[in-house]
């Protein structure tokens, strides 16, 4: 069975792109009844922090899909240095004491280069008695350069992949800290956790010559890799915490209202396709349709502008998620953010549910239910101008406080019920039951649209209804 790794690392919140290799992950583990892992890849000392790592793992339960096992390279060291060593024991890797380039970052590098001249062939004699001086160095991998190797693999996205050994630079597995580097502590955690397939962006595609030379090195088969199209900006740029801020957070739709799943069957949509056009899905239809055979190869936009992060076709599956979800599973989301609002939900769960039935076809998030829906659960609202101007029709006011008072003292209080008893006030009084009706709803919600003026009553309830036509 396949056991599949998400490996973020704690230096920031999680990035959309992040979310949505771990989706894809997840879906293709569970499609093949496999063992989902996370992976926190904490060994970057300097740049990881709490609040990052917390970041991720709430962003990673919004989405409620979950994992099997968890780990965490900061926890590694020792099988990492221990990896290493064995490389370098087989003669594989050496010591470069480079003084410009002890304990750099290969990755910082700015000009093209293989490997610092006289390292790869310094004796070992030479170089155990420099180690023992306590002279800094990168321990560094010894390409098979000048051999005639070609590296190839086959990836799930893009396909056969080849590269000369001639071309690869001889990375670094150790810092001159002793600490390991991601290729190091990535390829010996893979190796002992038995990853079979691993799925992550395209950036990352290039760094798969190198990891199979070092899961060679370390006698280990190499898992499966496929590698994702990235996530770029409308203008085509790469999406960039440091440059577009908040649009590559998950936490900034899970603040927008958005639902978890919404954003799981959006994400999937970029990149990935079922082949059949379908755009709104639930999560057992994605499990059916997704393979790596529905990965697109070219990079998917984010939509996005500079006075709104949101996407709008994610703003639009979120409403349409919001008609067809279960009231049942909306009742707590709904909840929470009427109390994040300051409001308080009702206890009736019938009364409640039913509410957000009504409510919701109208809706495109949860914030919607405490802004738009605030009249249905709280006396406190603001009256909109044109809603003003539907109480100022004559007699308009002084017909909605005689209803009020025929509706506290009917026998029953249904949406049938207040429909009749309105009716036949307006048809006494001679007044058009328009009149009635369109003053009922800005009367109670302050507002000129919104659900049928009788479902209004219904919601409202009638002590609240009475009070709010007896004070106009």
């Known amino acids: 069975m396949p056991r599949v790794r998400f490996a973020p690392s704690p230096t920031g919140y999680l990035h959309i792109g992040s979310a949505r290799t771990f989706i894809f992950n997840w879906l293709f583990t569970r499609k093949n009844n496999g063992t989902m892992i996370l992976r926190i890849d904490d060994t970057d000392i300097d740049r990881n922090t709490e609040t990052s790592l917390q970041s991720i793992y709430d962003g990673l339960n919004w989405l409620g899909l979950g994992w099997d096992e968890h780990y965490r390279q ?11 060593l064995a490389i370098f024991e087989k003669g594989l890797a050496y010591r470069d004491f480079t003084p410009a380039h002890a304990g750099a970052d290969d990755d910082e590098r700015k000009s093209a280069w293989l490997f610092n001249p006289g390292m790869p062939d310094l004796p070992r004699e030479e170089s155990d008695r420099r ?8 321990l560094r991998f010894k390409v098979p ?14 396909g056969e992949q080849e590269k000369d050994a001639d071309d690869v630079e001889d990375f670094a597995l150790l810092r001159s800290s002793g600490l390991p580097t991601y290729h190091m502590a990535s390829c010996a955690d893979d190796a002992d956790l038995r990853i079979t397939n691993i799925i992550r962006g395209q ?8 990891h199979i030379l070092l899961f060679e090195a370390m006698d280990a088969p190499a898992p499966e890799v496929a590698h994702l199209p990235l996530l770029i900006a409308p203008d085509g740029s790469k999406l960039s915490k440091r440059r577009h801020g908040p649009v590559v957070s998950v936490t900034t739709y899970r603040d927008a209202g958005f639902l978890p799943h919404t954003y799981v069957n959006f994400l999937c949509l970029l990149g990935w396709s079922p082949k059949d056009n379908r755009e709104q899905m639930t999560r057992q239809e994605l499990l059916d349709a997704f393979s790596l055979a529905g990965v697109n190869r070219a990079n998917a936009v ?16 979120n409403s349409q998620h919001l008609r067809a979800w279960p009231v049942e599973e909306l009742i707590p989301l709904v ?9 308080t939900p009702p206890g009736d769960a019938a009364k409640f549910g039913h509410t957000i ?13 405490a802004g738009r829906g605030r009249p249905y659960f709280s006396d406190e609202f603001e009256m909109q101008p044109d809603a003003a101007a539907k109480l100022d029709v004559p007699q308009a006011r002084e017909l909605l406080r005689e209803l009020g008072a025929r509706l506290e003292k009917a026998p029953e209080y249904t949406e049938a019920s207040v429909e009749s008893t309105l009716r036949e006030l307006a048809a006494e009084k001679g007044v058009k039951a328009g009149v009635l009706i369109n003053g009922a709803r800005a009367a109670l919600t302050g507002q000129t649209a919104g659900p049928s003026a009788f479902a209004v009553f219904d919601c409202v309830g009638r002590d609240r209804a009475v009070a709010r036509l007896r004070n106009l």
């Open 74 to 84: 900061s926890e590694r060291l020792d099988l990492h240095r221990r990896q290493a």
């Open 203 to 210: 950036d990352h595609l290039s760094n798969t010559f190198k």
């Open 131 to 138: 180690a023992a001086a306590g002279e800094p160095f990168v």
């Open 335 to 343: 909840a929470a953010a009427l109390t994040a609002a300051g409001l």
């Open 302 to 317: 984010v939509n996005f502008t500079e006075a709104d992060p949101i996407d709008p076709k994610a703003l639009w599956l």
């Open 357 to 369: 039935e009504v409510l919701r076809s109208r809706f495109a998030s949860l914030l919607d239910f």
């Open 145 to 158: 350069r000048g051999t005639g190797r070609v590296i190839r693999f086959a990836d799930g996205v893009y």
